[in-house]
């Protein structure tokens, strides 16, 4: 059927849009060009991993995307799923229910934070100064955090470990 070809869907025709203006605007399509491909790609590879379909995926990017294109289709922002760093979860109940009432790690000061997002532990790094650092920030987590993904939301993000998750 048609809706399942990603190439028939609003996010792909939405993000094949936006390449082609910057082509011609820049005068350079060849540039931009291969981060459809890259995007549809990583879109197959979550629906492979998650049993969700590639075009509702890709439907769900382009309509939170909410910044340019190029930014926002990389590794940090759509990573592989694979390993510990990466998990999927059916409800953000099941997700919740995982991280428990523990905690996360701020990957700056190694505090625990009440806060998955923005570090609330109170520790002072210099003088009159607390750490506020934030997983969305420039530096994210710094590799110390994780990528979780929700499939009824069809929403990923980047959050502090929770401790929960820590290894003894």
Request: net charge neutral; charged share 30%.
């Amino acid at each position: 059927m048609s809706a399942d070809i990603i190439e028939h869907c609003d996010g792909y025709k939405t993000l094949e849009a936006a390449i082609a203006r910057d082509g011609e605007k820049y005068g350079d399509p060849e540039r931009y060009n291969p981060k459809l491909g890259w995007a549809v790609a990583r879109a197959k590879h979550y629906a492979e991993k998650t049993g969700l379909r590639a075009t509702d995926i890709l439907n769900s990017w382009e309509s939170k995307r909410n910044y340019w294109y190029m930014n926002y289709y990389q590794d940090c922002q759509q990573p592989e799923i694979k390993g510990d760093d990466v998990r999927v979860f059916d409800t953000p109940d099941a997700l919740h229910d995982s991280i428990g009432k523990t905690g996360f790690r701020c990957p700056m000061c190694e505090s625990i934070s009440k806060s998955p997002y923005v570090c609330d532990s109170g520790k002072e790094m210099e003088k009159g100064k607390v750490c506020d650092w934030k997983s969305y920030g420039l530096f994210g987590t710094m590799g110390k955090g994780v990528y979780v993904f929700v499939k009824s939301a069809l929403r990923g993000e980047s959050i502090f470990k929770p401790i929960s998750w820590e290894k003894s």
